[in-house]
């Protein structure tokens, strides 16, 4: 099983970008499906974009056109481009894993979370 490690989290001005990190150990990798997620304070986790080992992707709409995932196997890492930041986008980002092909939206999909990374986005 691979664990998972966010980082790239900070502070930025509303319309600045950042990029968020998602790194694993473990051989078995490529074969995981891996989502972002995202926790405001009193609100449930919401998923925010996946993508497979195999190239297939899914953004949520409010990010889509804003937010890119991307991987890199041999890096054994997921990453996540986020741009135009709004300040709604404030949370706490995780990184999540499932073995699979299925890019699931539900947080109970995925098996392997990391310890999540803070996104604070000033107006």
């Known amino acids: 099983q691979v664990q998972l490690v966010e980082s790239g989290g900070g502070l930025v001005q509303a319309g600045g970008s950042l990029r968020l990190s998602c790194a694993a150990s473990g051989r078995t990798f490529t074969r995981y499906v891996i989502g972002w997620f995202r926790q405001a304070p009193g609100r449930e986790r919401d998923f925010v974009a996946a993508n497979s080992w195999n190239g297939g992707t899914y953004y949520t709409d409010s990010v889509k056109g804003r937010f890119t995932i991307s991987r890199d196997n041999a890096k054994n890492t997921v990453y996540l481009q986020m741009n135009s930041l709004k300040p709604e986008d404030t949370a706490v980002y995780y990184c999540?894993?499932?073995?699979?092909?299925?890019?699931?939206?539900?947080?109970?999909?995925?098996?392997?979370w990391g310890q999540g990374t803070q996104v604070t986005v000033s107006s």
């Open positions: 999540a894993g499932n073995v699979g092909l299925w890019i699931g939206t539900n947080p109970t999909e995925y098996d392997v």
